[in-house]
């Protein structure tokens, strides 16, 4: 009888052990990452104007659930708001705010506040996952002066050097100090992979190029992602989606089909420890899709 209490107790200490030892999301040893850039637009489907207390709960409800389907570990948010952190709550991960308009929110603790430039414009820290990797997370909006993505006709009869004059030589200088500033922050961190992510408000260089003139009409050597390739960062969206495809890539509008569709929304990644596996356009969730953006989900993983 005491042999057979022995073996049953230890039977149940070995199932516990058992259980305890599969892996759940966010503890794997060296799984995957997943960084969402998402403007969610003013606190999430407009809930910062809703007058409705119960409607902009169901509103910031409706965020973080797109976000839980996704799988993402770490967002750069971007309108947040005032909703970051009841979407943090709803998810159970760390908030990281800086001003209203751009934040942060992460599966695992925030090691340190990395922020520069402006807090409207950017807003960074520094992320740790369990096995110890570490992502120096930046989210970023860029101010636009030519509105030559939502309205058809903005664009009739322009050249590419009207685009790129119009574009403006401010919105170069906003990017590159944020990525001056990024380098003078990160400089120290040694193999952590430095992520810039957000709504950049800007087309693609690597989008309006000979191959897609059939697409986009036009070759443009767009100067905002042009400055952030010159930094050294990399496109991860088209690194793993070669194929130019215009309707497939777009962020802008999900809910403006009568807008330009273009894409303005991209994760942008320097360094070496980590590198991106595939990159997803996402714009769909149970019921309406609560943003007039597009989320980018990128999954990073050891090269």
Not at 4 to 24: D, Q
Not at 275 to 299: C, F, K, N, Y
Request: charged share 25%.
């Amino acid at each position: 009888m005491r042999c057979f209490r022995f073996l049953l107790v230890a039977s149940i200490l070995a199932a516990a052990t058992a259980v305890l030892e599969v892996p759940i999301r966010g503890d794997e040893a060296a799984g995957p990452i997943r960084v969402l850039a998402w403007n969610i637009w003013n606190g999430g489907d407009e809930a910062k104007n809703e007058p409705s207390p119960a409607r902009k709960i169901e509103k910031q409800k409706r965020v973080a659930e797109a976000i839980r389907a996704s799988g993402a570990d770490v967002v750069a948010m971007v309108e947040t708001y005032g909703s970051g952190e009841a979407i943090a709550r709803e998810l159970g991960f760390h908030f990281h705010p800086r001003g209203t308009n751009v934040s942060i929110l992460s599966r695992w603790p925030i090691k340190e506040d990395l922020s520069v430039y402006k807090p409207f414009h950017c807003v960074g820290a520094l992320v740790e996952a369990p096995d110890g990797r570490r992502l120096a997370v930046y989210s970023v909006w860029i101010h636009y002066v030519d509105d030559v993505w939502t309205d058809p006709h903005s664009r009739d009869g322009r050249t590419p050097a009207d685009l790129i004059a119009k574009d403006g030589p401010s919105r170069v200088t906003e990017v590159r100090a944020i990525l001056d500033g990024v380098a003078a922050k990160t400089a120290a961190l040694a193999n952590a992979t430095v992520i810039v992510a957000g709504d950049f408000n800007s087309n693609s260089h690597l989008d309006y190029t000979e191959a897609a003139r059939d697409q986009f009409g036009l070759v443009v050597d767009w100067p905002v992602t042009r400055t952030v390739a010159e930094a050294g960062f990399r496109d991860a969206y088209r690194v793993c989606n070669p194929k130019i495809d215009r309707k497939k890539d777009r962020t802008w509008s999900p809910r403006f089909p009568e807008q330009i569709q273009d894409r303005i929304d991209f994760v942008f990644w320097k360094g070496d420890a980590l590198a991106p596996r595939s990159a997803t356009m996402i714009d769909q969730a149970p019921g309406r899709w609560p943003s007039d953006h597009a989320a980018v989900l990128v999954e990073f993983a050891a090269p």
